[in-house]
């Protein structure tokens, strides 16, 4: 096995990754481009197949199989992909169509159920058999390893905690779930939050940081007034991480893991907002629970990629 390698991808609404790796988590080669949704589903998959060719190994090594994160929800049985609305994709059959051109076994995975694996496998996860892995960024995600497997549901679609309804009469979310995690607490509803209150005539130095324009702000200028010590920035990101930290008073209560990882552009971004969610657990969680560990991811962005390497590796070791 020494002389196999996987192909890992990480499909985003942005950009495309592909690596080539080993069983222990080294990424060989590595390449990126731009995803462009918007040139429709056979332009995209002609982009991730061009991503895997430009990784493949030149001699010496053997690929035998790709390993993709994809926006969901999808089906990781069938491997089709019900609906990614950054993708503007409906019931695509992704596992099918790269490997028919491929010749190669595909596996995919939503992209935090991966993250997770990825985390458990190579990260921050090492070791530990009951885990949860959250993100924040532009959406809320997770995926939840129990007894050292990812749970998926009958469809593949479970732990979608963004998509959690708090409130509803809340704002919709991007899937059309009113109140949800994600709605409130996401980077949009943080910069959503943040812009009401600047609307309303609150002075605060993230109208500067934005160069002025309230329309213009966004999650990384609230953190970057909060960590300035911003009265209304720190107002705000307070109440995200109490909502954010409610939804993982929740998961905590529903799943029992031993440790939860959190990462995302907006996860990573604070350190006082990691503090503030662990404050809401201190409140709100029921006395056992409290206890659990909550860390910073350690794979950053390559979380969801080396997660694709190591749902490959499964299948190489499972055939």
């Known amino acids: ?51 895997i060719q430009a990784v493949m190994p030149e001699s010496g090594e053997e690929v035998v199989a790709v390993g993709v994160a994809s926006p969901g929800p999808l089906d990781p049985y ?29 596996c995919i995975g939503n992209d935090a159920n991966l993250a997770a694996l990825g985390e458990q496998k190579y990260g921050a996860g090492r070791g530990v058999r009951d885990m949860a892995y959250v993100t924040i960024s532009t959406g809320i995600g997770a995926g939840v390893i129990l007894d050292d497997r ?23 979310d991007h899937a059309g779930v009113p109140g949800s995690l994600e709605g409130y607490a996401a980077g949009p509803g943080i910069a959503h939050a943040a812009q009401a209150r600047l609307a309303a005539g609150v002075p605060s130095l993230m109208r500067e940081l934005a160069g002025g324009d309230i329309a213009a702000i966004t999650a990384r200028e609230v953190v970057q007034a909060a960590e300035q010590g911003d009265p209304l920035a720190l107002e705000v990101l307070a109440w995200a991480a109490r909502i954010i930290g409610l939804g993982l008073v929740n998961l905590l209560h529903l799943f029992d893991p031993a440790l939860i990882v959190v990462g995302g552009s907006v996860g990573l971004a604070s350190e006082r907002l990691l503090d503030m969610m662990r404050e809401t657990i201190q409140r709100h969680a029921m006395p056992p629970y409290r ?21 490959a590796w499964q299948q190489v070791l499972a055939t």
Do not use: Y
Not at 291 to 310: E, F, H, K
């Open 1 to 51: 096995m020494s002389e196999h390698r996987v192909v890992a991808v990480d499909l985003g609404g942005t950009n495309i990754r592909a690596a080539l790796c080993t069983s222990d988590g080294a990424i060989c080669k590595r390449v990126r481009q731009p995803t462009c949704p918007e040139q429709g589903v056979e332009a995209v998959i002609a982009r991730i197949v061009a991503s």
């Open 78 to 106: 069938t491997g089709v992909v019900l609906f990614a609305a950054n993708l503007h994709w409906q019931d695509v059959p992704l596992r099918d169509l790269l490997s028919r051109r491929l010749g190669l076994p595909v």
């Open 150 to 172: 990812l749970i998926l549901g009958h469809r593949g679609m479970a732990t979608e905690i963004g998509h959690m309804v708090l409130n509803f009469d809340g704002p919709i």
């Open 291 to 311: 206890g659990v560990p909550l860390v910073r991811a350690q794979l950053g962005d390559d979380s969801g990629l080396l997660g694709a390497a190591a749902l």
